[in-house]
C-alpha cells in the first residue's frame, strides 16, 4: 500500500497525523535556494529549524521520522550529524544533479540512517540510473514542482502525461528501491482529481506521496486541523481511491491513464494561455 507523508513542524500535530493515518511525519528544513527557485509561486516554503526535529521525535513512532536537509554543500557532514543526533530515520536530499552530490551524502550518513533521494532537476532525471547505483541508497521521491519549473512546463503534471515519470520509475523499479511520487491532494480537490491520481501511483508502481497543503490549510494546531475537516476519513478517501485503482486489470488502468492525459494536457492549455494573456502588451 501506498505510503502518505505529512509535513509538520509541530509535535501535537505530528502525533495526531500519525494517529490519523499519516505514515510518515515529514521536517523540511529545506531553505538553501528555494527562495529564488519558488518564491514568486504560490507555493509553501517551510521554515523548520534544526530544533524542531529534536521536538518533534518523542511524538512520531520509530522508523517515521523524514527529514529534507539542504541540497548538498560544504556544511552538509555537519548538518547530516546533527539532523542524525536529533533523531530522524530518514534523510531527505533535493536538488542533486548527479551521483557525486549523491556519493556525498550517502558517505555523510554513513548507514545511520535510511536515505531517500528526491529527483527534481533535469540532471538527476537523466543521471538516475547511476545516482541510484550509489551505495547507500535506499529509497527515491520524484519531486514534481521543482522538476516541471526546470523544464518550463506549464503544469505540474506534465511530467506524467510526457512519459518522464514513467521513465524513471522504470530506472527505479530495475533497481529494486522503494518509489514515491509528488504530492496529492483530498479527493475531490486539486486541478486534477486527487483521485484519478491515485491511479498514477498505482500504475506506476508508486507507494508513496506528500500529503499537500489541502490537509492542513496552514493550519497550526490540532484543534484548527478539526474545525476543517475529518483528516482521518480524507487520508482513508485516498486509501480508497489507491485500493479500487489496485483491484482493476492493467487495460482498464491504461484507459484511465489516457483519461489523466488528456486532463492533463487541457489543463497545460489553459495555463499557458492565461500566462500569454498576462505578458500580452495592453492595448
Avoid at 519558488?38 to 522508523?63: E, K
Avoid at 501511483?201 to 484543534?223: D, E, K, N
Avoid at 476519513?233 to 481511491?241: D, F, I, P, Y
Amino acid at each position: 500500500m501506498i505510503k502518505f507523508l505529512f509535513i509538520t513542524n509541530q509535535p501535537d500535530v505530528a502525533a495526531f497525523a500519525c494517529a490519523n493515518g499519516a505514515d510518515r511525519i515529514f521536517v523540511d528544513l529545506e531553505i538553501n535556494g528555494k527562495q529564488e527557485r519558488q518564491g514568486h509561486l504560490d507555493t509553501v516554503i517551510s521554515r523548520h529549524q534544526l530544533a524542531d526535529v529534536a521536538v518533534v521525535r518523542p511524538h512520531v513512532p520509530t522508523g517515521r521520522l523524514l527529514v529534507r536537509i539542504n541540497p548538498v554543500h560544504a556544511g552538509t557532514p555537519a548538518e547530516v550529524d546533527a539532523v542524525i543526533a536529533a533523531g530522524a530515520d530518514i534523510l531527505m536530499l533535493p536538488m542533486f544533479r548527479g551521483p557525486a552530490e549523491v556519493e556525498a551524502f550517502t558517505r555523510a550518513v554513513r548507514g545511520r540512517a535510511r536515505t531517500m533521494l528526491l529527483v527534481e532537476t533535469v540532471d538527476a532525471m537523466r543521471s538516475l540510473a547511476d545516482c541510484i547505483r550509489v551505495d547507500g541508497v535506499d529509497e527515491v521521491h520524484i519531486g514534481l514542482n521543482d522538476l516541471h519549473l526546470e523544464l518550463r512546463l506549464n503544469f505540474m503534471f506534465e511530467t506524467l502525461a510526457l512519459g518522464l515519470v514513467d521513465e524513471m520509475a522504470k530506472v527505479v523499479h530495475e533497481r529494486g528501491l522503494p518509489l514515491g511520487v509528488g504530492g496529492v491532494a483530498r479527493v475531490g480537490e486539486g486541478m486534477l482529481p486527487a483521485e484519478l491520481l491515485m491511479s498514477e501511483h498505482v500504475r506506476l508502481g508508486s507507494t508513496g506521496a506528500i500529503l499537500s497543503r489541502t490537509f492542513h490549510r496552514q493550519a497550526r494546531t490540532v484543534a484548527e486541523i478539526r474545525e476543517q475537516m475529518d483528516f482521518a476519513a480524507e487520508v482513508g478517501h485516498l486509501r480508497a481511491a489507491y485500493a479500487h485503482y489496485a483491484s482493476i486489470d492493467r487495460s482498464e488502468l491504461q484507459a484511465v491513464h489516457r483519461d489523466v492525459c488528456g486532463r492533463i494536457e487541457g489543463i497545460a492549455r489553459v495555463v499557458a494561455e492565461r500566462k500569454a494573456a498576462r505578458s500580452a502588451p495592453a492595448a
